[in-house]
């Protein structure tokens, strides 16, 4: 095939009109650039008609609605960091565009991963960092692709394990980057980041609850500060999902009823209070299951989209 860019997004997503013309702009802008991403968003509980999302609208189930706020956290405030430093390492496959010759070069789609869409940009980093070649790799906040999200614990379970081994299996694959300074700030920062954060952090997190725990039983932790501590990191935590909730107000506004706004505000505070520690010791679970060698996806239950 003659045509230069290839489009790779989920087979249930829904990509709006605009979108393709939105996320193929960093191509026209910068010469160098090999990939670029659009944001992904969550579409249960919005009204879709003719393939088309009509009215959006928080999700009535309030484990997708957690995962609004986590998936507006995760590009608006993540991803537009990540291009702003330079490092974008994970193109998302529910909505990605790339040279095809690159992608041809590299070999595609690694068949054997879990983690395709996040192992193919590590590999497109890697090849153009050996072979010299000048490239960027572009995160665009504007093209929305929609998604469905789990609405049971059982699937949003299966899904975050999945997503943990495809992570680990990545940078297992592509671990000679790590701290190495001949793949510049993509092995100084950002794969360091994934590795000891994203890789590594659920074990410490999990860890930690597990001391703090053990600590108060036998009273060698003062309530004074465990109360203090707890409250600061909480405050910590909402404050990059209130950044993007607030981001999202002033820069889209897809969320036009008050409601919805104050619901999100509300569920920012709110997801440090059992959702996250839900994700982490998924994510936990999902690290020994691929240290005991488990490959496989797990069945993904959806829904199918709404009309008013």
Known sequence: MSNPLLCIVDADGIIEPEALMRIVRPFLEDARTVASGGIIRVVNGCNVEDGLVQEVRLPRNWLARFQVVEYLRSFLAGRVGWDALKIMLLISGAFGLFRRDLVVAVGGLAHDSIGEDFELTVRLHRY?????????????????????????????????????????DTLRRHLRLLLNPRYGRIGLLAFPYFFFFEMLGPLVEFSGYIVVLFLLMTGWASLTYFWAFLMVALLFGAILSLAAVGLEELSFRRYTRLQDLLWLLALSLLENLGYRQLITYYRLQGTLDYLRGQTGWGHMERKGFQKA
């Not at 995160?139 to 975050?160: D, H, I, K, Y």
């Open 128 to 168: 153009c960092r050996e072979w010299r070649i000048p490239y960027a790799i572009h995160f665009v906040p504007a093209p929305v692709a929609w998604t469905e999200v789990p609405e049971t614990v059982a699937v949003l379970g299966r899904q975050r394990n999945r997503w943990q081994r495809g992570l680990i």
